[in-house]
Structure formats: structure tokens, C-alpha cells
């Protein structure tokens, strides 16, 4: 079955750190790849997407996600932490076709010390 | 622009009594999708409708159903609540362009708690 494994359900860096939140699924079909921010009581907006082309990909605020075939994997990263990067991230992986659903990650909530 | 809109947002039940919790979106969007989300488990699929007039199960659909009442609205159906469908639900709903992958657009999402 296909599905997406995000490694550490809480990572914590202090602010100015980098950010790397990890995210591998299992396919060998190349999917189209995701990453949602949830702050707090509300509800997932994208951060970024990989369709196709360019590996390296650049999301909102700061954040980028390469998109590794030989690895499966499609990690997180923002080169400085703020503290208002602080809430929950999904990766996501969806393999087109009619129905076009959305397979998510368990999520990492991302804490930012001052 | 409201995007999509779910009601209620905070919903208390008991057991065995039934709601519906109602979505809808302005967006002109095709496809429909209601998830709903635990600690530790993400955001699981229960259905969702690629098109008006069409819908599907997801991952876990047992103890729902949903009706696709026009191109807007998608409602989610709990016939006889229990306590392991106290979550928090999740209404999205995207485009279906041919050739591209749209981006999925959530609601705030309705907060239920089952006794």
C-alpha cells in the first residue's frame, strides 16, 4: 500500500536554527509530493508542492523541500528558525489520476525555543 | 473570500444520536474530500467525490455517510455516534485540472466529542 512516513512526531530548535523535518514514502512510482502547515485550531494550508521538474522546490516563508528519487524522500528545511514556525507539518503524497486522493503523514509538531 | 465553510464548529454528542456536519465551497471546485484527524494519526480519508454525483470511500469510512448535494456541498452523515468517532473533521475540497495536481484547500475544521 502506498503511504508516507514522517520520522519524529516532535522535533524542537531553538530559534535561528535550522529547520529539517523529514518526510520518505514508499512507491516506486515517483508521486506528487506535499507539505501542509496546521497552526493551532485551525486548519492544513500548503507550504509547498513537487509535480514535476525542479527537484528543489521553494514553499512559503522560507521553507524548501527536494524532492530525492533514490532516497524516496521529501524533507523539509528552512535555513533559520522563527518563532512563528512553530505548529504542526504534514507531508502528503498523491498519485494523480481521476480520483486524485491525498495520502497523509502522522504529522511533526515543530516547537521553536527563544 | 470564504474558501470552505464547515458547520457546526464544535459539536457535543451521546452515543447513538446522528448529525451531519455540513461543508461548502465557493471556489468551483470539482472534488470533495472529508478527512478527519487524531493524535498521532494524521489525517485519515473517509470519502470523498472526485466530481458532483459521484462519491467514494477512503481509508475509513465505516460509520459514515455522505451525500454530494450539488457542485458546493458535501455533508458528512454520522448515523448513530460513537465514542471512537470523537475527532476533529476536516472538509477540503481542490480543483481537477487536467495535467496539474491542484491544491487542496481545508476549512477550519469541526471538533466533535462523542459521550
Known amino acids: 500500500a502506498q503511504s508516507v512516513t514522517q520520522l519524529g512526531s516532535h522535533v524542537s530548535v531553538s530559534e535561528g536554527a535550522l529547520v529539517l523535518l523529514r518526510c520518505n514514502y514508499s512507491?516506486?512510482?515517483?508521486?506528487?509530493l506535499f507539505w501542509y502547515v496546521q497552526y493551532p485550531n485551525q486548519g492544513l494550508q500548503l507550504l509547498l508542492k513537487?509535480?514535476?521538474?525542479?527537484?528543489l522546490v521553494k514553499g512559503i516563508n522560507g521553507f524548501e523541500a527536494e524532492f530525492k528519487k533514490s532516497e524516496t524522500s521529501f524533507h523539509l528545511t528552512k535555513p533559520s528558525a522563527h518563532m512563528s514556525d512553530a505548529a504542526e507539518y504534514f507531508c502528503a503524497v498523491s498519485y494523480g489520476g481521476a480520483t486524485n486522493k491525498l495520502i497523509f503523514g502522522t504529522g511533526t509538531l515543530l516547537a521553536v525555543q527563544p | 473570500n470564504a474558501g470552505v465553510t464547515q458547520t457546526p464548529k464544535f459539536q457535543v454528542l451521546k452515543t447513538g444520536q446522528s448529525m451531519t456536519l455540513q461543508c461548502a465551497q465557493d471556489m468551483n471546485h470539482n472534488s470533495m474530500y472529508w478527512y478527519r484527524q487524531d493524535p498521532g494519526m494524521g489525517l485519515r480519508l473517509i470519502y470523498y467525490?472526485?466530481?458532483?454525483?459521484?462519491?467514494d470511500k477512503g481509508e475509513v469510512p465505516n460509520g459514515y455517510n455522505v451525500s454530494r448535494l450539488n457542485k458546493r456541498e458535501f455533508s458528512l452523515r454520522l448515523e448513530s455516534a460513537a465514542p471512537s468517532q470523537t475527532s476533529v473533521y476536516f472538509c477540503?475540497?481542490?480543483?481537477?485540472?487536467?495535467?496539474?495536481?491542484?491544491?487542496?484547500?481545508f476549512g477550519e475544521g469541526s471538533r466533535l466529542t462523542v459521550l
Open positions: 513537487y509535480t514535476t521538474g525542479a527537484t
Open positions: 512507491s516506486s512510482v515517483p508521486p506528487y
Open positions: 467525490s472526485a466530481s458532483e454525483g459521484t462519491t
Open positions: 477540503a475540497s481542490r480543483t481537477q485540472t487536467t495535467g496539474r495536481i491542484g491544491e487542496l484547500f
